[in-house]
Nanobody
Framework: QVQLVESGGGLVQPGGSLRLSCAAS????????MGWYRQAPEKERELVAT???????IYADSVKGRFTISRDKAMSTVFLQMNNLKPEDTAVYYC?????????WGQGTQVTVAS
């Protein structure tokens, strides 16, 4: 089964930037949709940004203009460039991809925005 491995999380000051990566292991075909969710303490998991099945992009209103989602040419790795980070962006960020009818989640990577 395909596994998704996130990297790039860490501690950053407000206004700083981070770039998250999510690599799929041995995918036979690209995931669709594929994107990022996040979960802050005591809150529900929420959509951050995703490529849809028809190759459009959806962003949460809270990250529009600050975050950018992208994929490599092989469409096996998805990135999330996060700029102008705010304390409210602090959360565990999860990558997810749908392969046919199977939804796969990564293990998550912690992003902490604090001074």
């Amino acid at each position: 089964q395909v596994q998704l491995v996130e990297s790039g999380g860490g501690l950053v000051q407000p206004g700083g930037s981070l770039r998250l990566s999510c690599a799929a292991s041995s995918p036979r075909f690209p995931a669709s949709p594929m994107g990022w969710y996040r979960q802050a303490p005591e809150k529900e998991r929420e959509l951050v940004a995703t490529f849809t099945r028809d190759r459009n992009i959806i962003y949460a209103d809270s990250v529009k203009g600050r975050f950018t989602i992208s994929r490599d040419k092989a469409m096996s790795t998805v990135f999330l460039q996060m700029n102008n980070l705010k304390p409210e962006d602090t959360a565990v960020y999860y990558c997810t991809g749908t392969y046919g009818s199977v939804v796969v989640w990564g293990q998550g990577t912690q992003v902490t925005v604090a001074s």
